[in-house]
């Protein structure tokens, strides 16, 4: 057992899929399915189920997952305890208000862990030297790197009566009360239907606005990744394919850092690989860098 196996099982259990894990490591699926074989013959116990849309964590992985976690931990402060101080250069790096915890944490990862860089993380909006944003946001004199590509469901409070149905159409939804959202793509969703819709709130944050759906006072549509972070609340299809597309982002007028250029290029790198196995991979069209 070595700690680089311990890190692609935490990046499996947190995504609860290899191909995805293998993506926010920068190594190929191989790699990460030869970890978990590895560990699971090493402890002698299943780790992870198979099925089609992933992986499911079995009981020996939720107790694994906490001492591995540990482990990782105290080796990066152990790591970290003895080195000089050094400059650090500032990279400043925009994200978009909805994106998921999970996502955003493994992204940055790769950044946070160089001791010559100091990360801080401003709005969309605000100047930076790269972005983390919807590809509809996306400037004409930027470059876009894919990273992923998710649908939007709909979060509901676990008791609606719409949880009964398997998927939503936007008539099930046209006298609910209904959560909306500032940078809120549901527009798309409702925009077939001249039916007036309730607004039982207006939510600045995805964080507030699955807050609110749990404490039942309303629905949201919501990005899948922001929806399955939260337990409490039930999570429906909706018959409208909504989708976005999320990626790096930075201006072709201004040259990247080192540590953007070696960051872009991993995520080119690791885009390429899959594409190498068969495996298919979300965002396979070229950026326009």
């Known amino acids: 057992m070595d700690l680089r196996e311990l890190r692609y099982f935490a990046a499996v259990y947190?995504?609860?899929?290899?191909?995805?894990?293998?993506?926010?490591?920068?190594?190929?699926?191989?790699?990460?399915?030869?970890?978990i074989t590895n560990l699971e013959a090493e402890l002698g116990t299943t780790?992870?189920?198979?099925?089609?849309?992933?992986?499911?964590?079995?009981?020996?992985a939720e107790q694994f997952h906490a001492l591995a976690?540990?482990?990782?931990?105290e080796a990066d402060a152990a790591r970290s305890l003895f080195r000089k101080p050094s400059t650090k250069i500032t990279l400043t790096l925009?994200?978009?208000?909805?994106?998921?915890?999970?996502?955003t944490i493994a992204l940055l990862k790769p950044l946070t862990a160089r001791n010559d860089i100091?990360?801080?993380?401003?709005?969309?909006?605000?100047?930076?030297?790269?972005?983390?944003?919807?590809?509809?946001?996306?400037?004409?004199?930027?470059?876009?790197?894919?990273?992923?590509?998710?649908?939007?469901?709909?979060?509901?409070?676990?008791?609606?009566?719409?949880?009964?149905?398997?998927?939503?159409?936007?008539?099930?939804?046209?006298?609910?009360?209904m959560i909306d959202r500032c940078h809120c793509e549901q527009s798309a969703f409702f925009g077939r239907?001249?039916?007036?819709?309730?607004?039982?709130?207006?939510?600045q944050s995805e964080d507030w606005a699955m807050a609110l759906v749990a404490a039942g006072v309303g629905i949201a549509i919501v990005p899948e990744g922001v929806a399955k972070g939260h337990p409490d609340v039930a999570?429906?299809?909706?018959?409208?394919?909504?989708?976005?597309?999320?990626?790096?982002?930075?201006?072709?007028?201004?040259?990247?850092?080192?540590?953007?250029?070696?960051?872009?290029?991993k995520l080119r790198k690791q885009r390429r690989k899959p594409e190498r196995t068969g495996q298919r991979l979300v965002g396979k069209r070229r950026d326009r860098a």
């Open 14 to 35: 947190r995504e609860r899929n290899l191909t995805a894990a293998a993506r926010t490591c920068f190594v190929s699926q191989p790699s990460i399915s030869t970890a």
């Open 47 to 60: 780790l992870f189920i198979r099925h089609k849309k992933g992986v499911a964590p079995t009981a020996s």
């Open 69 to 73: 976690r540990r482990i990782i931990d």
């Open 94 to 103: 925009g994200l978009m208000r909805t994106l998921d915890v999970a996502r």
């Open 118 to 177: 100091a990360l801080r993380l401003v709005g969309s909006e605000e100047r930076a030297d790269a972005r983390i944003v919807s590809k509809s946001m996306l400037g004409d004199d930027e470059h876009f790197v894919p990273l992923w590509s998710e649908r939007y469901v709909a979060a509901l409070p676990p008791s609606h009566p719409l949880t009964l149905k398997e998927k939503l159409r936007a008539a099930d939804l046209a006298d609910a009360a």
């Open 193 to 203: 239907t001249s039916a007036r819709r309730p607004s039982a709130a207006i939510a």
């Open 235 to 265: 999570v429906r299809e909706i018959d409208v394919r909504v989708k976005r597309e999320v990626g790096f982002a930075y201006r072709a007028s201004m040259p990247l850092a080192d540590a953007l250029k070696d960051f872009v290029g």
